[in-house]
């Protein structure tokens, strides 16, 4: 009797142990699949913003007054739009007014932007101030900056 109650216990922790141990196994898969996993989706996401940014680094900002010439102290408005060969949704952006020409000094005037176009309302102070130079920001993988620049002979 006490042989047989032995042997019962030590089939009982023979099957234990090959459970616990087929367990372990697929547990140790799973873990590696979960890491291989992971890589992939770092890879993916780094490749996403990556074809992002080279998107935006070919759009060109381009401006267009309502009016040839602008009058002194005046507001003339400014229509911005981003010119592009393919369809896209807009990252969020913003736009400061450059001062002094020094990219260095800027105001912010447009936050938080995600539209390919905007406006921006201009008012020339004397003769000579002709040009209006901004600059657009985007905070993807790192700022990605994108001056403009555009003539507006003032009367």
């Not at 006490?2 to 023979?14: D, E």
Request: proline share 4%.
């Amino acid at each position: 009797m006490v042989l047989s109650y032995f042997k019962k216990i030590v089939v009982l922790l023979i099957t234990f142990i090959c459970v616990t141990s087929c367990s372990q196994k697929k547990l140790q898969e799973l873990n590696n699949r979960i890491s291989e996993l992971e890589v992939l989706n770092k890879k993916l996401s780094d490749s996403l913003k990556h074809q992002l940014k080279e998107k935006i680094l070919h759009l060109t900002p381009i401006g267009f007054s309502e009016t040839y010439e602008s009058k002194l102290n005046e507001p003339c408005q400014i229509n911005y739009a981003f010119c592009f060969g393919i369809d896209m949704d807009f990252p969020e952006y913003n736009v400061y007014r450059i001062t002094n020409g020094k990219e260095e000094e800027k105001e912010l005037i447009l936050s938080k932007q995600n539209k390919s176009g905007f406006t921006y309302e201009f008012t020339p102070k004397t003769v000579k101030d002709d040009t209006v130079e901004l600059l657009l920001e985007f905070n993807i993988d790192g700022k990605i900056q994108m001056p403009s620049h555009l003539f507006i002979p003032v009367e």
